[in-house]
């Protein structure tokens, strides 16, 4: 199916339109929007080629030549730092024949194409081409690895395949007016845990911030106490998501380990728990002492690549028993996505069925339904 009768099925689906509407009447999304391929190619175009998009934390590029590759939505990408310490983004394709001329990620002063030799520098521009002085308007001035844009908001990589979309700044002011309290660049990750799922990117991202399964599925880890009706939500036409509520930090014991972050006054209760998404692939989960953000990747229809953060203040990592401490709240992180991991699976595994039809939403899931709004809005644009 074309793209463009994609768009057109969209656009004329009686579902999606009961999805949008009230709460109290709403649907969830029909089998076909979590597995067709029509639809991740359209979700390409209409959201990943033109959102800004998390990438990786600004510590993870510490010094010049620190390098790593990626894959959005197929798309070949190189981060870098080079010698002047910008942090630069470019496509991973060679200007002559289309190779990647980076794989992985390391070190290095320079970048190589391993099929005919062509070297760029660390900000993309080509700085050697063996045999083609004697070719006929050939310019290497005008000759690089293509420039994406690149921003930093609170120590995190953002990207933008968009040329004219708007700053970063701007995008993410709302979303950083509710988070910019845990100030994150002032913060370094302990750990970083790569989940890869059998199920559709938009379940991962509806169950990141679905209030309603906590105390169902995470009764056993953090969600015996929370009380969903009591969250304080705000929401954007978008699909982004700030939400506060009172939770315990997230260790078995449910009592911190390493106390408030230092620049939380008396204002600042150990309870505070909060949660957030910036549409269309980055979600937080505060507590009083840590932040732990998550990177959501989709890899096919069916597939989806998940990046857990846990960041605490720098200064926390100069005591001698931190990495002990830090590793509990690791570990029950981990605890929890595994939690996730069998339920997100089977509900992908359904969509295909004939007996399956989209069932109403609950007055609980007004953060799912605004993410479903969100979504379809930039689908249906």
């Given at each position: 199916m074309a793209l463009a009768e994609t768009l057109t099925e969209l656009e004329n689906d009686?579902?999606?339109t009961q999805?949008?509407?009230?709460?109290?009447?709403?649907?969830?999304?029909p089998g076909y929007i979590y597995h067709s391929p029509e639809i991740f190619e359209l979700e390409k175009e209409k959201i990943f080629m033109r959102d800004w998009l998390a990438m990786a934390r600004v510590e993870e590029f510490e010094k010049a030549g620190d390098y790593r590759t990626f894959r959005v939505m197929g798309e070949p990408v190189i981060i870098c730092r080079d010698?002047?310490?910008?942090?630069?983004?470019?496509?991973?394709?060679?200007?002559?024949?289309?190779?990647e001329v980076a794989s992985g990620e390391g070190n290095l002063e320079e970048f190589s194409c391993p099929y005919h030799g062509w070297l760029y520098d660390l900000e993309g521009k080509l700085i050697g081409a063996p045999y083609m002085k004697e070719t006929e308007g050939f310019d290497p001035a005008n000759c690089r690895l293509k420039p994406l844009r690149l921003g930093t908001w609170a120590g995190w990589i953002f990207i933008s395949f968009n040329e004219e979309a708007e700053p970063l700044d701007s995008a993410i002011e709302?979303?950083?007016?509710?988070?910019?309290?845990?100030r994150m660049e002032d913060c370094r990750f302990s750990g970083k845990f790569v989940m890869e799922l059998d199920c559709n990117w938009?379940?991962?991202?509806?169950?990141?911030?679905d209030v309603y399964h906590f105390q169902t599925l995470h009764v056993a880890t953090f969600g015996a106490h929370l009380d969903g009706e009591?969250?304080?939500?705000?929401?954007?036409?978008?699909g982004d998501i700030n939400a506060f509520y009172k939770a315990a930090p997230t260790v078995p014991e449910g009592k911190t380990l390493v106390g408030k972050m230092p620049w939380f006054g008396d204002d600042i209760g150990e309870d505070l728990g909060c949660m957030g998404h910036f549409a269309p692939q980055f979600h937080v989960f505060g507590r009083c002492d840590h932040i732990s953000p998550l990177i959501v990747e989709p890899l096919s229809p069916d597939r989806t690549r998940m990046t857990l953060y846990h960041l605490f203040p720098k200064e926390f990592f100069d005591r001698p028993d931190f990495a002990e401490k830090a590793q509990v709240y690791y570990d029950f992180w981990i605890k929890i996505l595994e939690e996730d991991r069998t339920m997100v699976q089977g509900m992908q595994h359904n969509m295909r069925s004939e007996q399956f039809l989209p069932g109403p939403?609950?007055?609980?899931?007004?953060?799912?339904?605004?993410?479903?709004?969100?979504?379809?809005?930039?689908?249906q644009a």
């Open positions: 009686a579902d999606l999805s949008r509407g009230d709460l109290s009447k709403a649907i969830h999304l010698q002047s310490g910008s942090i630069n983004a470019f496509a991973n394709v060679c200007a002559h024949r289309g190779v709302w979303f950083d007016d509710a988070f910019g309290m845990f938009k379940f991962v991202n509806e169950n990141l911030m009591k969250f304080k939500i705000g929401l954007t036409d978008k939403m609950s007055k609980l899931e007004k953060t799912v339904q605004n993410i479903v709004n969100g979504y379809l809005n930039r689908m």
